[in-house]
């Protein structure tokens, strides 16, 4: 299976390191925090989440990542033929794609050429591009993938093995948001507040989906009152069944 990290994973890792930079200097903010669930735990887990994402991405990089979730020999080589399946499935997808936008008669860099050229060079050129189908080095190269994940399927998990880099993004990406979200629904219009953990005031993030991560994590979760002492990291409690049916409606209080 292919795969490679792009700018997207590259700003997601750096928008974390720098929230968590700002947890570790600014410790009057991360009080405030501290109070709706954001306790050392939370603070360490962040940091193992990146440490697991830096090295999956090493490892992605030397070409030696172990991407299979199966702890079988059987399970791991029909994931391997999963891949793929799913490889030549993309391939025959990009090149059909390509060959429409070479006809001109979907949006792409042709879709302005006349009718004529369109039913003359443009089919030509759609042609041939749908003809890389067929493309035998290209076959050649997705079966030698297959050969060599096969091959992976059958030896044991390497020691020290970083999990997938898709596991360790869907995991940190879900710390992330879930934090930012709680941090810009808390510090409102505190740009001072904002700031240190790589973000700013202006338009307040998308309602968070489902009232029970409305209640504990999104714009209801400031105002609940809060289990422990100040500044312990208390978790926030559990709604109420009321508040669940969104009977109980509540404002963030101001830290201004």
């Not at 994973?9 to 903010?29: C, M, N, Q, T, Y």
């Not at 302005?112 to 050129?125: D, F, N, R």
């Not at 009321?242 to 009977?247: F, K, P, Q, T, V």
Request: glycine fraction near 8%; hydrophobic fraction near 35%.
């Amino acid at each position: 299976m292919k795969t490679w990290v792009t700018k997207f994973d590259e700003e997601l890792l750096e928008k974390s390191r720098h929230f968590l930079r700002g947890a570790d200097s600014h410790p009057e903010s991360r009080a405030i925090l501290e109070k709706f669930g954001f306790s050392a735990e939370e603070v360490k887990r962040g940091h193992e989440l990146i440490e697991h994402t830096e090295k999956s991405f090493q490892w992605e990089r030397e070409g030696k990542a172990w991407n299979f979730l199966s702890p079988t020999v059987e399970r791991r080589e029909a994931e391997a033929k999963h891949w793929y399946s799913d490889t030549r499935w993309r391939y025959v997808r990009t090149c059909v794609r390509s060959a429409e936008e070479k006809t001109g008669f979907v949006p792409g860099e042709a879709a302005g050429k006349s009718i004529a050229w369109k039913l003359t060079v443009g089919l030509i050129k759609g042609s041939l591009e749908a003809a890389k189908i067929a493309s035998p080095m290209a076959l050649m190269e997705h079966r030698a993938e297959l050969k060599k994940h096969l091959a992976q399927a059958r030896e044991q998990k390497p020691e020290g093995a970083p999990p997938p880099k898709d596991t360790a993004l869907v995991e940190l990406a879900g710390w992330y948001e879930r934090w930012r979200l709680l941090a810009q629904r808390v510090f409102r219009e505190r740009g001072d507040l904002m700031a240190p953990y790589g973000l700013s005031p202006g338009k307040a993030p998308p309602r968070l989906r489902g009232k029970l991560a409305q209640i504990k994590y999104g714009e209801r979760a400031a105002s609940l009152p809060i289990l422990g002492k100040p500044g312990a990291g208390a978790a926030v409690p559990e709604p109420t069944a009321a508040e669940l049916r969104g009977e109980a409606e509540v404002e963030s209080p101001s830290l201004h």
